[in-house]
């Protein structure tokens, strides 16, 4: 079955420092993954996508087959990147991760 | 519209009540999904339709739930017997068919069973 885990609940770090929020999966094949974040009293977003290889808000992961993995990374933590990080595996439809919520304290 | 809009944002309703969730997609989103929110966790896949057909319901928890979408566009799931365990975030996404360009969340719906 597929499935997507994120085994850190919660992630604090200070501003300024590097975060990486882990994401790993399991699916058949060759999975489409993505990260979304919901931001307090917001409706969940799309952060981004690993077939498109960009970098939202300084935010980047990339696929790793080997290790079944798709973190998150950003160098340098701002305080507005506090929210709901949501890794998400696409088959039929979206399978998501338990979440990380992410704390960027000044 | 412009966005997915999900009424009502709050329902309290009593044990044993029937409920019915509303979304209403983006304009010339074939897709539409529903999730379900319980607290601390990640959204949990209920049921998706491609158009009028419900392509796969495996998510449903029970037959006490259901969902239809008679002309395509807007959804309603419907709950009966409400138990307190129903009690969640019922989220609706929307997309365009097979999910290309990803999906659309509206703002869900927080169902209180008291």
């Known amino acids: 079955a597929q499935r997507v885990t994120q085994p850190e609940k919660l992630l604090s770090v200070f501003k300024g420092a590097p975060v990486e929020l882990k994401c790993n999966y399991s699916?058949?094949?060759?999975?489409?993954l993505f990260w979304y974040v919901q931001y307090s009293r917001q409706r969940l977003q799309l952060l981004l996508r690993?077939?498109s290889r960009e970098s939202i808000k300084g935010f980047t992961a990339d696929l790793n087959k080997g290790e079944t993995s798709f973190h998150l990374k950003k160098p340098f933590a701002q305080e507005e990147d506090s929210a709901m990080y949501y890794c998400a595996g696409a088959g039929n439809m979206l399978t998501f991760g338990g979440g990380t919520r992410l704390m960027v304290k000044p | 519209g412009a966005g997915v809009s999900q009424t009502p944002s709050n329902k309290v309703t009593e044990k044993g009540k029937y409920v019915e969730l509303r979304c209403d997609p983006i304009s010339g989103h074939t897709a539409l999904y529903w999730y379900r929110q319980s607290l601390g966790q990640g959204p949990e896949f209920l049921i998706y339709?491609?158009?009028?057909?419900?392509?796969?319901d495996s998510g449903l928890p029970n037959d006490r739930f259901f969902a239809v979408r008679p002309e395509g566009s807007v959804s309603t799931l419907k709950i009966q017997r409400t138990e307190r365990g129903d009690s969640a975030v019922y989220l609706c996404?929307?997309?365009?068919?097979?999910?290309?360009?990803?999906?659309?969340f509206g703002s869900g719906t927080r169902l209180t069973v008291v």
């Open positions: 996404a929307s997309s365009l068919e097979g999910g290309i360009g990803g999906y659309t």
């Open positions: 339709f491609q158009g009028t057909g419900a392509a796969d």
């Open positions: 699916y058949s094949g060759s999975p489409e």
């Open positions: 690993h077939i």
